[in-house]
């Protein structure tokens, strides 16, 4: 079974960065995209950031020119930079690594920012 683990999270105040990492482990099959989701309290999961195997990446508009999402291929890894970051920022952040007829979810990392 394929296991999905974040690092990075935890409490920062506004205006400050945080890195966030993700691992995939198991994997016995070629990855499509890798990416950063986050859910608020009482909001539903959106996506924050995403790169594909190719190396194109898409962000959400909220995030954009404030995140950096990057990833290595060979240790299916992938990273978001957050700088700049906003007490709206603050949820829990989720990894994704989808191939092309699955995807897996990690347990996710908190991100708290103070105002």
């Known amino acids: 079974q394929v296991q999905v683990v974040e690092s990075g999270g935890g409490l920062v105040q506004a205006g400050g960065s945080l890195r966030l990492s993700c691992a995939a482990s198991?994997?016995?099959?070629?990855?499509?995209?890798m990416g950063w989701y986050r859910q608020a309290p009482g909001k539903e999961r959106e996506l924050v950031a995403r790169?594909?195997?190719?190396?194109?990446?898409n962000y959400a508009d909220s995030v954009k020119g404030r995140f950096t999402i990057s990833g290595d291929n060979a240790k299916n890894t992938v990273y978001l930079q957050m700088n700049s970051l906003k007490p709206e920022d603050t949820a829990v952040y989720y990894c994704n690594v989808a191939g092309r007829w699955s995807h897996y979810w990690g347990k996710g990392t908190l991100v708290t920012v103070s105002s």
């Open positions: 198991r994997v016995r099959f070629s990855l499509n995209a």
């Open positions: 790169i594909f195997s190719a190396g194109s990446t």
